[in-house]
């Protein structure tokens, strides 16, 4: 598995609510993360760019997969492209992050777990309820043997 540069050259596909939300956690980072904009509206790409400090904004996601200076990719656009997406991302050699719900199907997982074994990267599924402190407990509870 190749190990991910720093600073991080993350590009979002898709500028939406939760590219707002990371982006401006992202700024906590200084400039060990540099983000990158991808959007089928280029001015919506070119406005997160200019507002979140990206390098780059694409008019398309392709555009942002296939981008050598990228490392990493966020797939945060409506689920039904996730499957799709993520498999280019892989395919092009990037770590991914997919926003939940991450597949439709079984099938989709399969799928992506087997393109993420063939290119050997990093592929994480946002999502935060496994850190919530009621999830912390139930798996201390369960690890005790008291349920």
């Known amino acids: ?74 797939v945060a656009v409506p689920p039904r492209f996730h499957l799709e997406l993520t498999l280019a991302a892989l395919e092009a050699g990037k770590h991914v992050l997919v926003e939940k719900p991450a597949f439709l199907t079984m099938r989709d997982y399969e799928a992506v777990l087997a393109a993420r074994g063939r290119a050997g990267r990093i592929l994480l599924v946002g999502e935060n309820d496994h850190y919530k402190p009621r999830a912390l407990c139930l798996r201390r509870l369960l690890a005790e043997g008291l349920i």
């Open 1 to 74: 598995m190749s190990v991910v540069s720093v600073p991080l050259r993350l590009a979002f596909l898709g500028c939406g609510f939760i590219t707002r939300v990371h982006s401006r956690h992202l700024k906590a980072l200084g400039r060990d993360v540099i983000p990158h904009y991808a959007s089928r509206d280029r001015s919506k790409a070119d406005e997160y760019c200019r507002r979140f400090g990206g390098a780059a904004s694409y008019a398309d996601y392709q555009a942002a997969i296939g981008d050598p200076r990228v490392d990493a990719v966020v």
